[in-house]
């Protein structure tokens, strides 16, 4: 089966740098996205990785590894509207997205 | 720019009750889609369309039906609601079509549904 696991829920201060890991098993791989959620709002997108290596866009950055089946998005200079669920998806051989359950990220002050 | 835009954002009804959830992209997006989110689990296709007059199910199509007369609207009808389709609904829109772009997608603001 497809399978896409992410942690359900992290903490980290402001100011300070997280990484939100994701690791996938797929049909096939045509991407990874990242996505943001804020509480009661729409997902928006983040980041594609199509190639190993990172991808950088401010202070949010995203890695990919195709042979080791893994992403990470790194968040840094945290800020407190940064309070959000962040999404993983893989599109498979299909070009459908599998998505994660989402990693529910508390900023403290 | 409007995006994609859905109604209603918020509906009660009550089992066996039929409704219709609307959803309209003004991007000209060939690739639409309808999701439903639920707590601890990820995002799950419910229907797919990839141009007018096309459309296929997702991971969960039972219980929904949707039609794509025109590029602009896609439109989620629910037969029979039944209390499992508690749900935040969302609308998607993408210019992904035949496997071509990033495929990034375009949501809706959701529209929350209570069954009872």
């Known amino acids: 089966g497809q399978n896409i696991d992410q942690p359900t829920e992290m903490t980290a201060t402001e100011g300070a740098i997280v990484q939100i890991n994701c690791t996938y098993q797929?049909?096939?791989?045509?991407?990874l996205f990242w996505y943001q959620q804020h509480a009661g709002e729409a997902p928006t997108f983040l980041s594609y990785?199509?190639l190993d290596g990172l991808e950088e866009k401010g202070r949010f950055s995203s890695f990919l590894s195709r042979s080791k089946g893994y992403s990470y998005l790194l968040l840094k200079e945290l800020q407190m509207k940064d309070s959000a669920s962040y999404l993983c998806?893989?599109?498979?051989?299909?070009?459908?997205?599998?998505w994660g359950a989402g990693t529910k990220l508390i900023i403290k002050p | 720019n409007a995006g994609v835009t859905q109604t209603p954002k918020f509906q009660v009804l009550k089992t066996g009750q039929s409704m219709t959830l609307q959803c309209a992209q003004d991007?000209?997006?060939?690739?639409m889609s309808w999701y439903r989110q639920d707590p601890g689990m990820g995002l799950r296709l419910i229907h797919y369309?990839?141009?007018?007059?096309?459309?296929d199910q997702g991971e969960v199509p039972n219980g929904y039906n949707v039609s794509r007369s025109t590029t602009e609207d896609f439109p989620l009808r629910l037969l029979s609601a039944a209390p499992s389709q508690t749900s935040v609904y969302f609308c998607?829109?993408?210019?992904?079509?035949?496997?071509?772009?990033?495929?990034?997608?375009?949501f809706g603001e959701g529209s929350r549904l209570t069954v009872l």
């Open positions: 998607a829109s993408s210019d992904l079509a035949g496997g071509r772009g990033t495929g990034e997608l375009f």
């Open positions: 991007m000209n997006h060939e690739y």
């Open positions: 369309s990839v141009g007018a007059g096309i459309t």
């Open positions: 797929t049909s096939g791989f045509n991407g």
């Open positions: 990785n199509v």
């Open positions: 998806a893989v599109m498979d051989s299909n070009y459908q997205l599998i």
